[in-house]
C-alpha cells in the first residue's frame, strides 16, 4: 500500500444557500450541534476539502448526505456537476438520501440510480433517549416500521447499501433489519456514535457493537470521533477504535473523517495521524483495509 493512498469514505459539502438548517444551527453557537459551534464551517466547498484531504494522502472520498431541502434527489444532480467539474473528481461516490418509507420510495431510488456515483442511500434514524443533539430522526419507529423495512428491501434491486445512523439504544433493532434483509450490505455510521461515556453507556455500545458486528453484511466506518468528544486526542479516541477494529475485523472497518463536522475540533491531518497510530500495529494488510480498501471494495469505487 502506498503511504499516500487514503479513502475517505465520508464527508460533506455544503453552504447556507445549499443547505439552510446551517443557519439554525450556527444560531445556537456551541449548543446548535454535537461537535460545537458550527459558524467555522458553515461554508465547504470542495476546493476547501481537496485543500485539506489531499495533502493528507486522500486519492478518493464518498460524499455522505447531507440533509438537503426538498427534492431527494436535488443533491445528487448538484454532487455530480461539482465532481465532473473538479480534476481530480470528488466526490467519487455518493451516499444518497431517501425517505424509505415514502410512497414514492422507489421512484426516488430509480431517480438516484440513474447517477453513477450513487452508491448508497442514507436515512438519519439516531433518536437518543436522553440527548436531543442526538435525535436527528423525528421518531424512533422507523426500525420496526413493516413500510420502512420494505424500503430497506428494494435497495437490493438497485445494488445499493445502507448508511445507518442510529445509536446504542437502537443496536438490537438495526440487527434484526440487517438480519432480516442478508443481501443489502449496511454501514454503520461513525463508530456507532459512542457518546455516553460512563460505564454503563460504554456497556450499551459495546454490547450493540457485538450484535451488528455478527453479521456478514455490515461493516463499519472509523469515524465521528472529533464530533462526539470535544476534548478528544488519540488516546481517548484508542479504545473505542480498536474495539471496533477487534469487533468486526480490519476487513469491515473503514477510515472516515466526516469533514467538516469534525473540523470543529480537528485539523485533517492531526485526524489522520490519530488513526494511523492507533491502527500502526496491524499488518500491512490490515492497515490498508481501514485506510483503503474496504471503502473501496464496499463503495464499489
Partial sequence: MSEHHIVDAHFHL???ATHPWLTNVIA???DGHIAGDFGPVAEYDVEKYVNEACPAGVTKAVHVEAVWPGDPVGETRWLEEISRKNSRGFPHGIVAHCDLSSPNVEAILLEHSKYPRVKGIRQLLDYHPKRNNLQQAPHDNYLTNPVWQKGIGLLEKYNFSFDLHVVSYQMERA???MRM???VQFIVDHNGLPVDRDEEGIKL???GMRL??????VAVKLSGMAMLD????AESIKPFLLHSIEMFGAEK???ASNFPVDKVNADYATLVGAVKQTIGHLSARDQSCILATTAERIYKL
Fill in 28 to 30: 445556537r453557537g456551541k
Fill in 205 to 207: 455500545w459495546k454490547e
Fill in 230 to 233: 470535544r476534548l478528544w486526542n
Fill in 14 to 16: 455544503w453552504s447556507l
Fill in 181 to 183: 434483509y442478508p443481501n
Fill in 212 to 217: 451488528l458486528s455478527q453479521h456478514s453484511n
Fill in 175 to 177: 440487527s434484526e433489519v
Fill in 253 to 255: 472497518c473503514m477510515f
